[in-house]
């Protein structure tokens, strides 16, 4: 798409501030929601239309917003994700001029942010893609596999060892729901609550497999209420993925700042920028 395109729409003059605020005020409208907020849902849904992103051919990444479309919608990785989706498309008929990419990605910011996690630099400058522009199914990692399977996911969209690593500790929020994704759980017992506590219990607690009839997963054998996936156990089992979850365990401050560099890049893969794209830091309501 041309550039014409993207200058058109940096000169829209939208207060990125005020949509943020508008997305804060929202979290919590629904307190039978899950855990009381749709922070979690919108970190997922930020997550999963960046994570798409291949190096090697520049395609997937959050410019375009493709799956609002048929048949990423219901690629089986996004189960669930149309809650997120319906619950933006209020905000989305407030400020009509902003896309889909951007509301997205700003969404999961704020939720990021709202919920006590670290301030994430965002830029915009997404805009909404055409249903070609789709992508192949599997390209979202599968919790079933293991080591080799995350780090090609990963590798994928360019990142390395640290930042998989990182980038897991989201899961210190929200959950597993059976009718999603088939799993069952949350990773924390305050999964509103934006802190490292999942690298502690991660590698504090006995993880055992779950006895259930439903997918391979662990629980905590002291309270069988935490879970973990086959695939972020690997976080605990290979040895430099162990390195970091160790250091993010012992220092918040640390995991923080590389967490906050780690997604803003997850959410800027693929997106074309002008050098001069301004950068925004929300101001928190909470603070
Ligand atoms: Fe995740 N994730 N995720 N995840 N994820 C699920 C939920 C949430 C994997 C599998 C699952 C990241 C990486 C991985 C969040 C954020 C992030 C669920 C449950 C599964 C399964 C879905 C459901 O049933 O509702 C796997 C595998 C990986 C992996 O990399 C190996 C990353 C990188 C992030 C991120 O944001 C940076 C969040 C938040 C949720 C909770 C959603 C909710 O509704 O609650």
Redesign the pocket.
Known sequence: TSGTEKTTLEKKGIDYQQVYNTIADMLEENEDY?DGSYG??L??LA?HSSGTYSAADGTGGSCGATMRFEPEATHGANN?LAVARDFLEKVKAKYPEISYGDLWTLAGICAIQEMGGPIIPWRPGRFDKTQEHVTPDGRL???AKDQRH?REIFYRMGFNDQEIVA??G??A?????TD??G?EGPWTFAPTSFTNEYYKLLLDEKWVEKKWKGPKQYEDKKTHSLMM?P??MTLAWDKEFKKWAQIYAKDQDKWFEDFSAA?SK?MELGVPYAADTKVYKFKPTTA
């Open positions: 899950d979690p849902v970190v997922r997550w669930g990692p599968d919790a995350v980038l897991l989201a899961h929020v929200g959950r597993c729901h999603r994704s799993y996936l695939a972020e997604f997850l």
